[in-house]
């Protein structure tokens, strides 16, 4: 009896699945506020260098008496006001008056990080991503190494850490070492919870519960962020109630079994069968002794089987045999590409002509519907062909809206630019998260955490170029929107050299992992193959366990010891 039969008599889709979904989504929001304080307490408001003679004036006013120096207008320092003729100081202006934007007084405003000063922000910015470069790293090795639920909640508490201390930074050395902390719960603190959600779930709730929950919880997250700003009105409040979201995951501890896959390739056998015994009861399910013991002699006799001792595997491990490592590569190009093109767009907010706060939310309203369209699509077509069209819809779009801004009036019509930017913000949204969930499942349960830690860091290395790609936009309109075409355009065939895993047995050992998908064609979509073919589609250790119980051999009850 293999994992997927002994976790379905004791419940693949019963109470503790839809518990641990739900956790799942708290996870997804907490994480996208985290994810999203980065642009928010360093939001700049419009702002005007100080003067006693415009301190009773109105911003429209003060708008005007700056508007013939153009851009430089924030930075220059003026000599003398008198009505609307003033003169120009050669000093160097060490105060502002902001107009600030719903009342919000980000970091940027209260410390002054402007003007000549405006590195400093960014410099916090760089240091977050180092961190979360880091975490990646740190929290993924850790996650095979001491399970799923303790790296979970060690890399959310790197971020209240991180926020809390951030809340009391006065100055350049404090703030970036606080941020650098923050950030290396950026992309640990969901993707460990993911994988350990997924490892427990149904395949009919890896397809419209998991992608639908996400959206709802990712829109609220995304929703909540910026108001929550404007309500609380003041960055370091903001940080706080951040830091205060992810101190709750370490009562996951409390309620989150471990992952019983991890747990085999552990060789913790009577460990994972003590998960999954927790699991039935609260399921209400009532699982026998013998149906126990023959997943523990199927463990036993796998684990035989197997020339690669799953225990000590390494990443490395992953590109020792050939289909696996063509697999594994093409899951990480195919993730850097789509997590480049996902925080561009999705971060883009501040050159549509409208408040930041007000693009953040309608960016909001995008992603619900598109985890709904995700799930229904998946169910039907499955992942590789879900993922192909919605990075091909989503290049076009990009690749349409580049030709539209070569002309220059089309650059200032927001309607012309939102109309645009919110369906490639709900493409992209489901390319990254079909992504995500298809490079866990492609990836074997002995090095998934490490592995995907690995997709992860050069996704973000691959991420440091979004700013410069936003920036690209100040100097040539439509380049960035050019390039994202092609950058998805490129991920799309990638995806097509991936096998599909909707409704296919996950690997769980790295010879699983070599056998899966092996010889596969491109155009093998999931809607496109008969449903009684999956025997051939089940890992080469499957077949050999079906083999030796065809042919009578029986195992014997192993004797006690280290090994089990």
């Known amino acids: 009896m293999d994992f997927d039969k002994i976790l379905e008599k004791c419940g693949n889709a019963g109470r503790y699945q839809y518990l641990m979904i739900l956790l799942l989504g708290y996870v997804a929001f907490t994480t996208t506020v985290h994810y999203y304080s980065q642009n928010i307490i360093g939001f700049v408001p419009q702002h005007w260098c100080y003067h006693e003679a415009l301190a009773n004036r ?37 105060r502002w008056m902001y107009n600030y934007d719903y009342g919000f007084r980000s970091m940027n405003a209260e410390l002054n990080w402007v003007c000549q000063d405006a590195y400093k922000a960014r410099i916090g910015q760089s240091l977050f991503f180092i961190g979360s470069l880091m975490g990646t790293f740190t929290f993924g090795m850790l996650g095979d190494k001491i399970g799923r639920v303790k790296a979970v909640i060690l890399a959310n508490q790197c971020g209240f850490v991180g926020d809390f201390l951030t809340t009391y930074a006065t100055n350049l050395v404090q703030f970036s070492i606080f941020r650098c902390i923050s950030g290396l719960a950026a992309t640990a603190n969901y993707y460990l919870m993911f994988i350990l959600v997924l490892e427990y779930l149904a395949p009919k709730l890896r397809n419209l519960a998991i992608s639908g929950t996400l959206g709802i919880c990712f829109c609220l997250g995304a929703l909540v962020a910026p108001w929550l700003s404007v309500l609380l009105g003041n960055w370091r409040i903001y940080l706080t109630c951040s830091a205060l979201l992810q101190l709750v995951v370490a009562l996951f501890y409390f309620v989150v079994q471990e992952s019983a896959q991890w747990l085999i390739t552990r060789t913790n056998v009577e460990g994972a069968i003590a998960r999954l015994k927790h699991i039935a009861h609260f399921n209400g399910r009532e699982v026998t002794a013998s149906d126990f013991e023959a997943f523990r002699r199927h463990c036993i006799v796998k684990r035989k089987l197997s020339n690669q001792p799953e225990a000590t595997a390494g990443f490395f491990d992953l590109l020792r045999t050939p289909n696996l490592r063509r697999t594994s590569l093409l899951v990480v190009m195919t993730f850097m590409l789509t997590s480049l093109s996902f ?20 960016f909001a309203v995008a992603v619900p519907p598109s985890g709904l369209i995700q799930g229904l699509l998946q169910s039907r077509v499955g992942r590789k062909a879900t993922a192909f069209l919605a990075m091909v819809c989503t290049g076009v779009l990009s690749c349409a809206l580049g030709v539209a801004l070569s002309s220059e009036g089309a650059q200032h019509n927001v309607t012309l630019l939102l109309s645009f930017a919110l369906p490639m913000r709900l493409g992209i949204s489901m390319c990254y998260t079909v992504t995500s969930q298809f490079s866990s499942e492609l990836l074997p349960t002995c090095v998934r955490s490490r592995g995907i ?7 973000a290395g691959a991420s440091f170029l979004s700013p410069y790609l936003i920036h690209l936009g100040t100097k040539l309109a439509a380049a960035p929107s050019l390039i994202l075409a092609l950058l998805l355009l490129s991920a799309s065939v990638c995806t097509l050299l991936l096998p599909e895993t909707n409704n296919r ?34 890992p080469a250790e499957e077949i050999k366990l079906h083999q030796l119980n065809g042919n009578g051999q029986s195992v014997s009850k192993p004797e006690p010891g280290p090994e089990v």
């Open 453 to 459: 830690a690995a997709v992860h860091l050069a996704a």
């Open 343 to 362: 925080n561009t767009i999705s971060r883009n907010v501040e050159g549509l002509g409208m408040s930041p706060f007000v693009v953040f939310s309608l």
């Open 58 to 94: 109105s911003f429209e006013e003060i708008s005007q008496i700056y508007a013939p120096f153009g851009k430089d207008a924030s930075c220059i320092k003026l000599d003398t006001v008198e009505g609307d003729k003033v003169t120009v100081s050669n000093e160097t202006c060490g």
């Open 505 to 538: 047995k996950l690997p769980i050992t790295l010879a699983d992992g070599e056998a899966f998908g092996k010889d596969e064609s491109i155009w093998a979509f999931d809607c496109w193959r008969r449903h009684d073919d999956d025997v051939s589609k089940e």
